[in-house]
């Protein structure tokens, strides 16, 4: 959720914020989400819910580190945040 009424897919690195998607998702401040990422092979994925809201494409990193940030002041909190790897399909 990166702006009103925003959503986007971005890649950080050195310091550099580069934005590889974004779109209108119409979210409300105070209400609860339910958030999916997922990166398989070069394609990136954000679901909100069971809708697929974003998609993107980066091939420039076969692995690394994931996260969440804020785009500017906010506050969020984050219930039952999980990451799994997967090793061709099958979770590890």
């Known amino acids: 959720l990166s ?3 925003r959503v986007s897919i971005a890649r ?12 209108e998702f119409p979210w409300e ?8 990422a997922e990166a398989e092979g070069e394609t990136l994925t ?8 974003l998609t993107a ?8 580190m994931v996260g969440v940030c804020h785009c ?3 506050e969020s909190i984050w219930k039952n945040f999980h990451i799994r790897a997967r090793v061709n399909g099958a979770p590890e």
């Open 12 to 23: 950080w690195e050195s310091g550099q914020r580069t934005e590889l998607a974004a779109g």
């Open 72 to 74: 500017a002041e906010g």
């Open 29 to 36: 401040n105070g209400k609860a989400y339910r958030l999916a």
């Open 46 to 53: 954000l679901r909100i819910g069971e809708e697929t809201v």
């Open 3 to 5: 702006g009103e009424n």
């Open 57 to 64: 494409r980066d091939g420039r990193f076969s692995y690394g």
